[in-house]
């Protein structure tokens, strides 16, 4: 680990996503994080990449229903 570690609430502002969908993605392992006595913490760089992801599929889904 060398960067910025994030708690469940920071990553829940960058997301825009309630705690409990943190807790859903965690579990089918879109995110990645791990714990910290009784906090969870995630990497910053996990938690950018995998809006980078959510955006290029999204982009993807929308050209292939422009082209259908």
């Known amino acids: ?3 910025k570690l994030l708690d469940v609430k920071q990553v ?3 997301l825009g996503v309630s705690e409990r969908t943190i807790f859903r993605l965690l579990k089918t392992g ?3 994080g791990f714990k910290a006595g009784r906090e969870w913490r995630f990497e910053e ?3 950018t ?3 980078a992801t959510q955006r290029a599929r999204s982009q993807h889904q929308k050209a292939a229903e422009a082209s259908a």
Request: hydrophobic share 35%.
């Open 45 to 47: 760089q996990d938690i």
């Open 12 to 14: 829940r502002e960058m």
């Open 1 to 3: 680990m060398t960067g």
């Open 30 to 32: 879109e995110l990645t």
């Open 49 to 51: 990449t995998y809006i």
